[in-house]
């Protein structure tokens, strides 16, 4: 189900369909702000709603929104028509995010296999990122032909992945068990001041990874590079994200600061150079986001009870989605203006905070328990 759903044929493509449309640029990077507020807004009751209703519940839930918003890219045509079509996008987005780890989770749970979860996840990411790539390559190719052929692909993709969804069996929590998680939800967060930081670090790390992405496109076409070419560099860069995240459980010698600011840096670097080929970059912040991926979402849930983790992967989610917005709604304006100001600017945003996240973490969590687990593993 993984790889079926990490077969995306639009985001390769997306700018392009959206300028077909005669959007500006400002337009563009306000949709994907807009798109990030709601799932800001969406994330956390979404993954309590997966947690209390169920998480395979809220997977299917999140499908249907999305084969509604995929369809309504093809009959819309203006501006507020796309807006709609995101808003149900960011409601498949929040109700699948934080479900599908609880569910992994809960599989090696059932098997008492909790441990191996940061080496099974990074084989899920990888196979996940096989599946990019695949999907990559084909749209940028698909889309020379028609733009609306990505969407309906994408659909059937959908539909298909609904169908093997009914095949997925997890055990279902008793309400008593539920209720006494439910108490100690708080507790988990705030008696844990790593898990705060390394929310945080997660939410800005994950922010300067697809930043990168969504201002790619633009800087190709800035350096005249063929719009067939776009799925090739995404496909590129999803098969150095899927090697090294295949390995990322592996890695431990590659500091973890490093792995966090490596996106930032290339962001200010090709902000700095002012050259479209300097895209190329772009694949060392693909390598980070694999190992720095793997590596915080298992710390993150190996803190955290399998009850609430869809909620809590939420969080972070959530962090992320609110830093990423204010960012590319700031930075975004200066697009129309210049692609690489925008891209240095938000490089250099996103550099201070995670360094400031960094160092707040290794002055003040010192004596924290869950601190020293970080230290042996990272």
Known sequence: ???L?????FSAVEVAFFFQRMLDASDIYFIYAVFSVLIFVLEVPAGYLGDKIGHKNSILLGLLCGVAGFTGFIVSSGFWGIIISYMMMAMMTSLISGSDDAILYECLEKEKRQGDFGSVYAKVASLGYIGSIAGSIL??????????????????????VIIILFGIRVEKKHGGERENERGSLANTIMQSKSLIIILILAGFFMASTLIGTKFSQQIMLDADIPLAFFGVFAALNTLIASLFSYVASKVKKIPLYFTLIAPSLVLVLIGI??????????????????????????????RISSNYRATINSMKSLLFRLFYSGIILMCGKFADINIYLAVMCSGIILLISISMCYIVRKVYVKNDISETYIQQNL
């Open 1 to 3: 189900m993984s790889v």
């Open 139 to 160: 749209s940028g190719f698909i889309a020379r032909f028609s733009l609306k052929a990505n969407i309906v692909i994408q659909i059937i993709l959908l539909f298909v």
């Open 5 to 9: 759903l990490s077969l995306d044929f």
């Open 273 to 302: 150079g002012k050259n479209g080929f300097l895209v190329f970059l772009l694949f060392v912040s693909s390598a980070s986001r694999a190992i720095g991926n793997v590596k915080i979402t298992t710390l993150i849930n190996q």
